[in-house]
């Protein structure tokens, strides 16, 4: 079990790299399973759900190589099994993207179900509709998903709910299945973006991601054979962004897409905090006699606001001025980390999908677990904006999603260590 012990109370200042994203990775890899060459994927972040994921590759023949930091080579001609049984599969979320990567490349797959943050029921019952609508048969029995197809057919499937898994996973079936795929009410976030120009790069025919109306024209193959480089973690990005207001400093995130960020950068200067864009840089400060202000809330797929900035949006509602509002519309149990901001001084009361947060608090220091992902990291900000010594437990599940998460924040003033425990 890993800590870190966070000496909180001073600014945060300068400026921080944000590294590739983590969800659009995920899909990125995965989306190289189903090709018909090698191909180099670059600007990975170097975190643990990616190792775990290129393990997973390997475990089923497929041939991983490291080039260098942040850049493999990957060929997914040698898989030998569209098996996927390994415990492996069980640590992190991203593996249910080989359900549609080795559908669309054998015609079948068999999968443990897959892991990751635990805030609620994760069905995928859409991901099956999907694969349904082109012509596979599914089933889930012992913990396992199996899905078969004679011959993959394009369909339309319309999602009921928006989600981003699920469009992942139909657009990676669909790219190479026999006939025209369109998905409706697909999921628009930046990742889906980046997964269909990275398999239109490699040889596919896929329009209008980014829109609600996704069109997918099968290829039988995708000859790849071609570099790919993946867009900056909006979500990283905004942990850094929000943390210069929380600690009163001036922070400045490098190698972003600012139009990205916009459903936070806009949230941001509603508060009262200066957010100053540049062309691939955000700068972000609170102007000398100013103040931050509360604010409502609701977490909405892209473009509204990210339900993964949630936890660290919650923390600066704490310090601000008023009362402010959280309303989680994705996940139907999101709040398990404000018991731990409670008993570091935050007020906030909970029901059901609704946070109310009374400001002003004063954080102090205090022993708190990292529940999930994202919930860890706004216990670790709000140990950076508290009085006194804060130990966060069981960083591990932090450390899923944030590359060298007490480097960056040590370059920018922060006093953390990385301590390993019984
Ligand atoms: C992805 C992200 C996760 C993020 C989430 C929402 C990855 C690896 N994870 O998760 O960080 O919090 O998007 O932005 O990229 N739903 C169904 N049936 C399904 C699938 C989803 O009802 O078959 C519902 C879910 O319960 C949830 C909503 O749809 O309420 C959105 O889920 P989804 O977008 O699929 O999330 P993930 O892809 O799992």
């Known amino acids: 079990m890993r800590s870190y012990i966070i000496k909180g109370g001073n600014p945060l200042t300068g400026h921080v790299k944000i590294g590739g994203s983590k969800n659009a990775s995920l899909a990125v890899l995965s989306a190289a399973m189903a090709l018909d060459g090698p191909c180099i994927i670059d600007n990975l972040p170097d975190i643990t759900d990616l190792s775990v994921l290129l ?7 497929a041939t991983v190589e490291y080039l260098e930091p942040g850049k493999v080579r990957l060929d997914a001609t ?14 992190i979320r991203g593996s249910y993207y080989l359900m549609g990567a080795l559908l669309g490349r054998f015609g079948k797959v068999a999968l443990r179900m897959p892991g990751g943050c635990d805030f609620g029921v994760r069905p995928i019952d859409l991901h099956l509709k999907g694969f349904e609508a082109l012509g596979a048969k599914t089933e889930m029995s012992y913990g396992i998903v ?8 394009g369909g339309g499937v319309f999602l009921d709910t928006v989600s981003v898994g699920a469009t992942v996973n139909i657009m990676l079936a669909a790219v190479k299945a026999k006939g025209k795929t369109v998905i409706d009410n697909a999921a628009r976030e930046p990742h889906i973006v980046d997964v269909a120009n990275f398999l239109n790069a490699m040889g596919a025919d896929i329009r209008g991601a980014g829109t609600d109306v996704i069109r997918i024209n099968g290829r039988p193959t995708l000859p790849a054979n071609k570099e790919y480089t993946v867009i900056p973690d909006q979500i990283e990005a905004g942990t850094y962004m ?4 929380l600690t009163g400093g001036d922070i400045t995130v490098e190698g972003v897409i600012p139009k990205h960020m916009e459903p936070l950068s806009a949230k941001l200067v509603e508060m009262g905090v200066e957010v100053e864009e540049g062309d691939d840089t955000i700068r972000c400060y609170m102007k000398e006699g100013s103040s931050l202000q509360a604010a409502s809330f609701k977490t909405m797929p892209y473009p509204g606001f990210p339900t993964d900035l949630q936890p660290q949006a919650t923390v600066l509602l704490c310090v601000a001025e008023g009362t402010g509002r959280m309303i989680e519309n994705v996940w139907e149990n999101r709040f398990q980390y404000v018991d731990a901001l409670r008993l570091m001084g935050a007020n906030i009361i909970t029901s059901g999908r609704l946070a ?7 954080l102090t220091g205090s022993q708190v677990t990292a529940r999930d992902l994202r919930a860890g990291a706004a216990l670790v ?3 950076l904006a508290a009085r006194g010594t804060t130990k966060v437990l069981d ?3 932090v450390e899923r999603g944030y590359e060298y998460f007490v480097e960056k924040l040590t370059r920018l003033g922060a006093r953390i260590e990385r301590f390993e425990s019984e």
Do not use: K
Request: proline fraction near 2%; glycine fraction near 6%.
């Open 381 to 383: 900000m709000a140990g």
């Open 395 to 397: 960083i591990e599940r």
């Open 55 to 61: 393990q997973i590759f390997s475990d089923i023949g």
């Open 78 to 91: 040698t898989i030998n099994t569209h098996e996927v049984l390994h415990d492996r599969v069980t640590q």
């Open 242 to 245: 929000i943390l210069a207001p």
């Open 356 to 362: 109310v947060v009374q400001g002003n608090s004063h």
């Open 146 to 153: 199996s899905c078969e197809a004679e011959e993959l057919t």
